[in-house]
C-alpha cells in the first residue's frame, strides 16, 4: 500500500529541478516578446484619477516596457469591458481603480495594490489585473506592481 | 492511561499506537500551519489544506476510544462498558476519509469543467518576490513525510490490536501523502503551464481515497448494526470469527449460532442450547485467542418475551 512515494518524489524532483517555472498557461509572455507590444487596457475613471494616480500607472507601464522590450498599446474604457477583454485573452493587462472587495477577484488576477483611496467604510484601489493561469506574466505585473508602490510610498 | 481491561499481548501494542498518535497530531498540526501559510488562492492547496485537517479527525478519536475505553467502568448507564466507543471512533473517521475524497473529486472535477485557470502569483518574502508556487512545493513535500512515516508504524500496530480505527487512520494517511503528492504534482503542472495537471491528478487519486472510504463506511455501519465481524482491510467477514463460528456449529448443531463485534472484540451467542448439549468438544483454538470476547448462551425462549 506505502510502496512508491520515494520514486515519485524523486521523479517530481528531477521534473521540477529542471524547469523554469512558472511559465504562463495562454503563453502571454511570449506572445508579448514576439509581437512587440503589451494590450493595455486602462480604466476610465469618471474623470476622478488624481495626478498621482496618473504618475503611478505611466511608471509602471514604463516598467514592464522595460521589462519586456515591447511598447505598449493602450485601450481606454470602462473597466467591465476592458476586464471582459482581459479575461477573454483580448488584452494583456488591465490598471485601473477597484474595490479593494470587487468581486471580479475570482475572474482575473489583481496585482497589490500602487494607491488606496479610502471611500466610507469601503476602500478603492489603483491596481493591474492580469489574465487567470498567465503566472510568469502574473509574476512579472505583481514584482513591478511592488517596486512602483514602495517607490510612492504607498504602505 | 492504563491498559489493565486489555489482555497482556495488547498492552504494550496500545501503548505505542496512542503514543503514535500523539505524534500524528503534533505533526498533523505543524502540516495544518505550513499549508495554511502558504496556500494563497490556489484551490488544490486549498483542498489538501482542508484535507489536512481532516485528517486530525481518526488520530483524535482513536485517542477519545482508547481514553474512554481504559476509563470508563462498567455502571448501570453503561453496563457493557465502552468498548464500542472504538466502533464509533471507526465510523466517524470512516465518513472523514470518504468526505475528504467526495470534496477531492468535487473540487477536481468542477475545475476541470469549468476549466478554470489557476492563478500562483508572487509573494514578498526578505524584500525578493519570489513565486508562491516555490513555497508551495515545500509545503506539499514537508506534508508528504509524517503521513508515510507514520502510516508505515499504524499498519503492523492495527494489526496486531484488530482496531479498525487505527487501520482507517493508516488508510488516511495514505490519502495524505497521496494527496501531497498530487498537489506537488498539479503546482509543478501548473508552473509548466498546464492548467488541468492539478484536478487530473486529485480527481484520479480522490477516487482512490473515496473507495477505502466507502469500504470503510460499509464495515463501521456494519459494526454498529451489530453485523458479524468483518476483516481489517475488507468488507469480507473476519478469518477467526468465521472459525468460531463454524466451530460453534459443529458443535451445536441445532442451535442458532450468532455473532457480532464489540470494538476489537467479537461476543457469540448460541440460541436455543446450553453449554452442556455440544455433540463434539468444544475447542476454539484462534490465532488471537482474545478477540472471543465471550460465549452467550440462550438456551430456550423466555416466556413472555417471544421467541
Known amino acids: ?155 | 492511561m492504563t491498559y489493565d481491561h486489555l489482555p497482556q499481548e495488547l498492552r504494550a501494542p496500545m501503548h505505542r499506537a496512542v503514543r503514535l498518535e500523539y505524534w500524528n497530531i503534533f505533526w498533523s498540526t505543524s502540516v495544518v500551519i505550513v499549508m495554511g501559510l502558504v496556500m494563497g488562492q490556489s484551490q488544490a492547496m486549498k483542498t489538501a489544506w482542508v484535507e489536512d485537517l481532516l485528517a486530525l479527525v481518526p488520530p483524535i478519536a482513536f485517542l477519545v476510544a482508547a481514553r474512554l475505553e481504559s476509563t470508563a467502568d462498567h455502571s448501570p448507564r453503561f453496563p457493557f462498558g465502552m468498548r464500542r466507543a472504538n466502533s464509533l471512533g471507526f465510523f466517524v473517521a470512516a465518513v472523514s476519509l470518504f468526505a475528504i475524497g467526495a470534496l477531492m473529486l468535487f473540487e477536481s472535477a468542477s475545475t476541470l469543467l469549468k476549466q478554470e485557470h489557476v492563478t500562483i502569483g508572487t509573494i514578498e518574502l526578505f524584500g525578493q518576490s519570489i513565486w508562491l508556487g516555490w513555497l508551495m512545493l515545500g509545503a506539499q513535500l514537508y506534508s508528504l513525510i509524517p503521513p508515510i512515516f507514520i502510516g508505515n508504524r499504524e499498519l503492523p500496530l492495527s494489526n496486531t490490536l484488530q482496531d479498525k480505527l487505527l487501520h482507517t487512520d493508516a488508510l488516511m494517511n495514505k490519502a495524505n501523502w497521496m494527496t501531497g503528492a498530487a498537489g506537488m504534482a498539479g503546482v509543478a503542472g501548473l508552473g509548466l503551464g498546464y492548467w488541468w495537471a492539478d484536478s487530473l491528478a486529485a480527481a484520479l487519486i480522490s477516487l482512490d481515497i473515496v473507495h477505502d472510504g466507502f469500504k470503510a463506511m460499509k464495515a463501521s455501519s456494519a459494526e454498529l448494526v451489530d453485523g458479524a465481524p468483518r476483516a481489517l482491510d475488507s468488507d469480507g467477514i473476519a478469518e477467526d470469527a468465521a472459525i468460531a463460528v463454524g466451530l460453534l456449529r459443529i458443535a451445536y448443531p441445532d442451535a442458532e449460532v450468532r455473532m457480532r463485534e464489540t470494538g476489537r472484540f467479537i461476543k457469540l451467542e448460541v440460541k436455543g442450547a446450553r453449554p452442556e448439549d455440544a455433540r463434539s468438544p468444544l475447542d476454539i483454538d484462534l490465532p488471537r485467542p482474545w478477540r472471543i470476547d465471550d460465549i452467550a448462551f440462550i438456551p430456550d425462549p423466555i416466556p413472555g418475551l417471544g421467541d
Open chain 1, 1 to 155: 500500500m506505502f510502496a512508491g512515494p520515494r520514486s515519485l518524489c524523486l521523479i517530481l524532483a528531477l521534473a521540477i529541478s529542471g524547469c523554469d517555472m512558472p511559465r504562463d498557461v495562454e503563453g502571454t509572455t511570449e506572445a508579448i516578446a514576439t509581437a512587440g507590444t503589451i494590450r493595455i487596457g486602462l480604466a476610465e475613471n469618471s474623470g476622478k484619477t488624481t495626478q498621482d494616480d496618473a504618475q503611478l500607472v505611466s511608471r509602471l507601464i514604463t516598467r514592464l516596457e522595460r521589462k519586456t522590450g515591447a511598447h505598449a498599446q493602450i485601450t481606454r474604457a470602462t473597466s467591465e469591458p476592458l476586464l471582459l477583454d482581459l479575461e477573454a485573452g483580448e488584452l494583456d493587462l488591465v490598471i485601473g481603480s477597484f474595490a479593494a472587495k470587487t468581486p471580479w477577484v475570482k475572474r482575473v488576477s489583481f496585482a497589490p495594490a500602487l494607491a488606496t483611496h479610502p471611500r466610507g467604510e469601503a476602500s478603492l484601489e489603483l491596481k493591474a489585473a492580469g489574465r487567470n493561469g498567465e503566472n510568469r506574466w502574473i509574476s512579472l505585473i505583481e514584482r513591478e506592481s511592488r517596486a512602483v508602490a514602495k517607490e510612492a510610498g504607498t504602505p
